[in-house]
């Protein structure tokens, strides 16, 4: 028997309801939206865009699981976040008209709703809650984004490994001092993130077990201490 890997995709994936960036539209505005995108699902590791790609639509993720990401000449990958359902991308260029500045690979079959930039344009300047919302996400970005480079600039290999499992904790509801990563990223995928190689996060989370900060076990990760974790980060930081 053949394993399934993602989710299935069913014909009410078409919504664009768990959208965050419409989340203050009412149910009219968003079914009116649904009808000028244009619905297309993807496979696991389907390409959906590539870099430098001409096209200044933006993509809305419905279902599943996309990661935008860029391959060097020899290989090598460098993944820059992942997008799941709710989430969108391509944004960039459907604000300045510039090609693709990553490829966008599907991590599970999904569901992508398109929109041109011109009417995603028009619904900005005709709806001021969808420009406000807009503002706020690449606002985050650029904060997210001048963080790690201040990370790659002044912390070790070690340290940015920590400091990239305290993001992972932070992005998962919790009320106790431990936090569920499930699915755990591979060793391979946080060391693209974090610009070094996969035996040097495995190493440094060997450790981690050793010293009773984590626990494994099969695809999760136990983080049996976040304030201990934001401890080692914050110490890194020089705060």
């Known amino acids: 028997m053949l394993e399934m890997r993602g989710p299935i995709i069913h014909s009410h994936a078409k919504t664009l309801s768990n959208v965050g960036l419409f989340a203050n539209l009412s149910a009219d505005e968003i079914r009116s939206i649904e009808t000028r995108c244009i619905w297309k699902s993807f496979e696991e590791n389907q390409q959906i865009i590539h870099y430098k790609e001409s096209s200044s639509d933006i993509y809305f993720v419905t279902v599943g699981t996309v990661r935008a990401d860029l391959y060097s000449r020899s290989g090598r990958m460098v993944a820059f976040r992942d997008i799941s359902a709710g989430e969108f991308f391509g944004e960039l260029s459907a604000i300045d008209q510039q090609s693709k500045s990553t490829t966008v690979e599907a991590l599970t079959s999904c569901m992508i709703a398109k929109l041109s930039s011109q009417?995603?344009?028009?619904?900005?300047?005709?709806?001021?809650?969808?420009?406000e919302e807009m503002l706020r996400y690449v606002t985050s970005q650029v904060r997210s984004l001048t963080e790690r480079i201040y990370e790659y600039s002044v912390l070790n290999v070690n340290n940015r490994i920590h400091s990239e499992l305290l993001r992972l904790c932070r992005q998962i509801s919790f009320t106790d001092n431990e936090v569920v990563i499930d699915p755990s990223p591979t060793h391979f995928e946080m060391a693209s993130k974090i610009s070094t190689h996969r035996e040097a996060v495995t190493r440094e989370l060997n450790r981690l077990v050793q010293i009773g900060l984590i626990e494994r076990q099969g695809t999760c990760t136990y983080v049996k201490d976040v304030s201990r974790l934001e401890k080692l980060v914050r110490e890194s930081n020089g705060d």
Do not use: A, H, V
């Open 119 to 131: 009417i995603f344009w028009e619904l900005m300047k005709s709806n001021p809650k969808i420009m």
